[in-house]
């Protein structure tokens, strides 16, 4: 299994929200090369970045923090995700050194321009955002529900041989409170072949190690890195 340490990005500042509600932002004192140089010296080197303020505004507003990371860190794999609303703006990622391009609302509201986005950088470098509230799809920053259930849209995702699903239970996000190992089951049951990255809740080495024995593809640490209830070292035992 892939650990991936996440870097949430808001007003040019390191942050995590409690379940997506940006009335609930931590900020932290952080530079970002600083601790990125910590994730790739213990072996970390696929990133999960998140421009918050993209995806309340529909377009990429970090491209110098995105350049600066490449180019002081160029063995970094980048996973990033807010604001992909374009073709155009998948374009100048791919430009700038992105690798997977994280995808949740496109889908809902562009289907044209999100095969034209599949079609230009192929399905193996998108990573589906299959956020869940209550069973089924939030997109638009967790903020709008759609009623579709999580099931329906990993399968129709699949139509375009998409494989690679980052699934976050809302309301575990940023809780410290465990993973949804039920709903990774259930969903690795119905779609045995896809790469499931868990994402929310994960708060201790010992949930790392649950998601590895239930046969994740990878999972997403944000907060808990940050506060230093995983630390690095233990980590390092487990990476692949």
């Given at each position: 299994m892939?650990?991936?340490?996440?870097?949430?990005?808001?007003?040019n500042k390191i942050v995590r929200?409690?379940?997506?509600?940006?009335?609930?932002?931590?900020y932290y004192d952080i530079d970002i090369l600083s601790l990125l140089k910590k994730y790739i010296d213990n072996g970390l080197k696929r990133i999960h970045i998140v421009d918050l303020m993209g995806a309340k505004i529909g377009k990429v507003s970090i491209k110098e923090t995105i350049?600066?990371?490449l180019n002081h860190f160029p063995e970094v794999t980048l996973q990033f995700g807010g604001g992909i609303r374009s073709y155009s703006i998948v374009e100048e990622l791919n430009d700038l050194g992105v690798y997977y391009f994280i995808i949740s609302s496109l889908?809902?509201?562009?289907?044209n321009e999100f095969e034209r986005i599949v079609d230009f950088v192929g399905a193996d470098r998108i990573i589906i955002a299959s956020d869940v509230f209550e069973g089924n799809i939030a997109i638009g920053g967790w903020l709008t529900k759609t009623g579709t259930s999580i099931y329906d849209f990993i399968n129709d995702m699949q139509k375009y041989n998409i494989n690679n699903f980052l699934c976050t239970d809302i309301s575990k996000d940023g809780m410290l409170t465990g993973p949804n190992v039920n709903l990774y089951n259930k969903i690795l049951?119905?779609?045995?072949n896809i790469n499931l990255i868990a994402s929310g809740g994960i708060s201790s080495i010992i949930d790392v190690k649950i998601l590895k024995d239930n046969n994740l593809y990878g999972c997403v640490l944000g907060k808990s890195l940050l506060d230093n209830k995983i630390e690095i070292e233990e980590l390092k035992k487990i990476v692949n």
């Open positions: 892939i650990v991936i340490p996440a870097i949430d990005i808001y007003n929200l409690k379940q997506g509600d940006f009335n609930q932002v931590q350049s600066s990371i889908p809902f509201k562009d289907r049951e119905t779609f045995p």
